[in-house]
Nanobody, 123 residues
């Protein structure tokens, strides 16, 4: 069974930083795309950063230059370093996985999800 578990959310002031972590359990696929999504109240879930098994990355324009996605293979963890956070970044953040290396930010292409972690950024 594949399990994804996010952690690291919290409350920060604008300009601050957080690092989210996603632990992957039971993931045995050689090829993959691992992606961070977020969903703000009243809005749809949007993909913001993806990392493939080929070490390629893709970022949404809204986070490009501020967020960095990475993976620690030894710990089987996916990370999202978030710098210069702004109130618009307030959302529940989810990690998701698909067993194909193509980078996609479309939530309909993912079937494995974590439970989410809340990030709140105050002005």
């Amino acid at each position: 069974e594949v399990i994804l578990e996010e952690s690291g959310g919290g409350s920060v002031q604008a300009g601050g930083s957080l690092r989210l972590s996603c632990r992957l359990t039971g993931w045995t696929y050689e090829y993959y795309c691992l992606t961070w999504f977020r969903q703000a109240p009243g809005k749809s879930r949007e993909g913001i950063a993806a990392l493939s098994s080929e070490s390629t990355t893709l970022y949404a324009d809204s986070v490009k230059g501020r967020f960095t996605i990475s993976k620690d293979n030894a710990k089987n963890r996916l990370y999202l370093q978030m710098d210069n956070l702004q109130p618009d970044d307030t959302a529940t953040y989810y990690c998701a996985a698909r067993p194909f290396p193509q980078l996609v930010l479309d939530r309909d292409r993912y079937h494995r999800w974590g439970q989410g972690t809340q990030v709140t950024v105050s002005p």
